[in-house]
């Protein structure tokens, strides 16, 4: 069965640059979330979308952004990094009305390192 | 803000040993999932309880919600070297709707020594 898809696995960025990871959802699957995972840490919610529109934000600095295109794969994007934001970014959807008790099927992650 | 504890945080055990791992918080969530996460890996699920009360069982994992729906258990028997692994709880304050955002609790890192 199809799964999340993320890309790229592995970015290695210096210091203000600026870094875009992309998420393909399983096909069908209408909410996208991102979460970000610092080493040792648990998930923090970043952002998620539902049907293209922005539905909840979480922890999500304003040097980040994201969106949710018409094909439902979503994009993070993030500026002016800083070293703290290295850290493994995971991608994770859900078809809402089929979930209501919260399943998230997450991707493999991207891991972000900012030298 | 919800939280999520886990307990313990590490646990090192030998094969054929049992466990338990425990999730609590002062929150009601709609529904409790736990996740199972190997290294530079992303999170998989492994099960959704929703009543209050609920027990299921995964092969050897046994996963209950408390009645109150503030905390929950998984209890592996007789551990084997493929469970270790970090596992997570997470929660769900949303009844469906556009967001199904999940609190993660702290994390149990497991490892079952052959």
């Known amino acids: 069965a199809a799964g999340v898809i993320q890309s790229p696995r592995h970015l290695i960025k210096e210091k203000r640059e600026t870094a875009t990871l992309k998420c393909y959802p399983i096909p069908r699957h209408d909410t996208v979330y991102w979460y970000q995972q610092g080493p040792g840490q648990d998930p923090q919610f970043l952002i998620s979308?539902?049907?293209?529109?922005?539905?909840d934000k979480g922890s999500i600095p304003d040097r980040f952004s994201a969106q949710q295109f018409s094909d439902y794969h979503s994009e993070l994007n993030m500026s002016s990094l800083e070293l703290g934001d290295s850290a493994l970014y995971f991608c994770?959807?859900?078809?809402?009305?089929?979930?209501?008790?919260?399943?998230?099927?997450f991707g493999e992650g991207s891991r972000l390192t900012v030298l | 803000t919800q939280l999520l504890e886990q307990s313990p945080q590490f646990l090192s055990i030998q094969e054929g040993e049992n466990l338990t791992v425990y999730c609590n918080s002062s929150s009601v969530f709609s529904s409790l999932q736990w996740y199972r996460q190997e290294p530079g890996e992303g999170p998989v699920l492994l099960v959704t309880v929703v009543t209050g009360g609920e027990v299921k069982k995964l092969k050897r994992l046994t996963f209950q919600f408390g009645d109150a729906r503030k905390d929950s258990s998984l209890h592996i028997t007789a551990a084997q070297p493929g469970d270790t692994g970090l596992y997570l709880c997470?929660?769900?304050?949303?009844?469906?709707?556009?967001?199904?955002?999940?609190?993660f609790g702290t994390g149990t890192l497991l490892a079952v020594q052959p």
């Open positions: 997470a929660g769900a304050s949303s009844y469906g709707g556009a967001t199904n955002k999940l609190i």
């Open positions: 979308f539902y049907e293209k529109m922005q539905s």
């Open positions: 994770a959807s859900s078809l809402d009305w089929q979930a209501p008790t919260g399943e998230l099927f």
